[in-house]
């Protein structure tokens, strides 16, 4: 079983949609999680980042933690042709060392 | 500022070559890791240098290793490579700690053919 499990996607929205992205892990030590974008032919690039349970928000983006579930989301609302990208999403138990999903594929159409 | 660079872009080996891999971190960054990118796997830990010393290591064999200069250059090599090394290798960099995120390079494409 992979630490994190990742939905592939791809995922197709139309403009202006409310995108919701999703990771499941099983290691219950995981305290430090983050969400990367990245872009065909470049490294990710670091979204969000957050330490134990709840929510985050930083303009159009929250990211979710739900330790008691194992569960971690990405929320985009008004989503732009510009989001798309791949999203992986990491977490860590120590901050030295991540796991990464698999990413999804988000694809925004005008 | 300058990003995390990662030389060559692209290279094409044929099996059981060695290859070496290269980045230069941000200005200031003292830690520097390196991940390996497969459509199957994802991202996987390799390892993370930090004041030229391995801090962690992940499950690659021994094929796979790496050093750390003391201007916070690092370099990865990997020995009689394997098809299965084909991959995009990222390096990434961060002032300590990468409690805070990486800063990733934009990875260097390895072949093996």
């Known amino acids: 079983q992979k630490e994190v499990e990742q939905d592939p996607g791809p995922l197709s929205v139309p403009e202006g949609a409310i995108v919701s992205l999703n990771c499941t892990y099983s290691?219950?030590?995981?305290?430090?999680f983050m969400w990367y974008r990245q872009y065909s032919r470049k490294g990710p690039e670091l979204l969000m980042y957050t330490y134990s349970s709840g929510n985050k928000e930083d303009g159009r983006f929250t990211a979710q933690v739900d330790k008691s579930s194992k569960y971690i989301s990405l929320f985009i609302r008004d989503s732009q042709p510009s989001d798309s990208a791949t999203y992986l999403c990491a977490m860590s138990r120590t901050g030295n060392q991540f796991y990464f999903g698999t990413g999804t594929s988000l694809t925004v159409i005008p | 500022k300058a990003g995390v660079t990662q030389t060559p872009r692209y290279l094409i080996k044929t099996r059981g070559q060695q290859v070496t891999l290269s980045c230069s971190p941000i200005s200031g960054h003292r830690s520097v890791s390196w991940y390996q990118q497969t459509p199957g796997q994802g991202l996987q830990f390799l390892f993370e240098y930090f004041s030229e010393t391995q801090r962690n290591k992940g499950n690659f064999p021994g094929r796979f290793s790496g050093r750390q200069f003391s201007n916070s250059r690092s370099e990865m090599n990997v020995s009689t490579l394997e098809l299965g090394d084909s991959a995009l290798y990222l390096c990434a960099s961060s002032l300590g700690s990468s409690l805070y995120g990486y800063t990733f390079g934009s990875g260097t494409r390895l072949t093996v053919v």
């Open positions: 290691n219950s030590a995981f305290q430090y």
